[in-house]
């Protein structure tokens, strides 16, 4: 299989306590994202990186959220002391930085809900 | 004013009708995606373009970049069209996509 991967699919968890999300991009593609979409609503914009720099991060990603892709291949997104407001669907997205450019690739979402 | 506007909001059609779904922008891009979301999340790419026209099957997108619209239409729509269809147009830069609202489409049979 050659598409984006996320694991878990579905996470379920106590606020306060800590939960971390795996992607696995297709794997020639050099950029990967991160976005969460509330119910109703589109997808935000979180988090990207090319290769394993951390290029771009948007304020709605707090102090408690951090994302790694320590080799440039898979990502991860923890998310520290949970709240219920956390509660989404966290998506990654991920591209390659070539022509024809930035056409982007989304895994199947990890549902966090927190209670 | 929102970045991105999509009409409309939500849009029920009989199988076979012809639908337009509309996207408007206020930033300057590089390219628009539409994207096309069932239920259950799963978010799949449709068309990635950044001028002129494109065409997939019963696809077709359009993008106007000087007058800052593009249109998503579908002809001959089916029930297995009912989704969230959403417009994302990209900065200059091509890695921050900023999402439209979406259009919820029910396609009845």
């Known amino acids: 299989d050659t598409g984006v991967s996320q694991d878990p699919r579905h996470k379920i968890t106590k606020r306060g306590q800590n939960v971390t999300f795996r992607c696995d991009p297709i794997?020639?593609?050099?950029?990967l994202y991160w976005y969460r979409q509330t119910l109703g609503q589109g997808p935000e914009f979180l988090t990207y990186?090319?290769?394993?720099?951390?290029?771009?991060k948007s304020r709605l990603l707090s102090d408690r959220f951090s994302a790694e892709r320590p080799k440039g291949s898979f990502s991860t997104l923890e998310i520290q002391r949970t709240e219920q407001g956390d509660s989404a669907m966290y998506l990654c997205?991920?591209?390659?930085?070539?022509?024809?450019?930035?056409?982007?690739?989304f895994g199947p979402g990890t549902r966090l809900t927190v209670l | 004013k929102n970045e991105v506007e999509q009409s409309p909001q939500n849009l029920t059609a009989q199988e076979g009708e012809f639908i337009t779904i509309n996207c408007s922008y206020s930033?300057?891009?590089?390219?628009l995606h539409w994207l096309q979301q069932h239920p259950g999340g799963g978010i799949v790419s449709l068309f990635m373009?950044?001028?002129g026209k494109k065409k997939h099957g019963r696809l077709i997108a359009t993008i106007n970049i000087q007058e800052k619209h593009s249109s998503l239409h579908i002809t001959a729509s089916h029930p297995r069209d009912s989704a969230v269809y959403i417009c994302?147009?990209?900065?200059?830069?091509?890695?921050?996509?900023?999402f439209g609202p979406g259009t919820r489409l029910s396609v009845l049979p």
């Open positions: 930033v300057g891009i590089s390219a």
């Open positions: 794997s020639e593609h050099n950029r």
């Open positions: 997205a991920s591209s390659s930085s070539g022509r024809p450019s930035f056409e982007q690739f």
């Open positions: 373009l950044s001028s």
């Open positions: 994302a147009p990209a900065g200059y830069s091509g890695q921050n996509f900023v």
């Open positions: 990186f090319q290769n394993e720099a951390q290029l771009e």
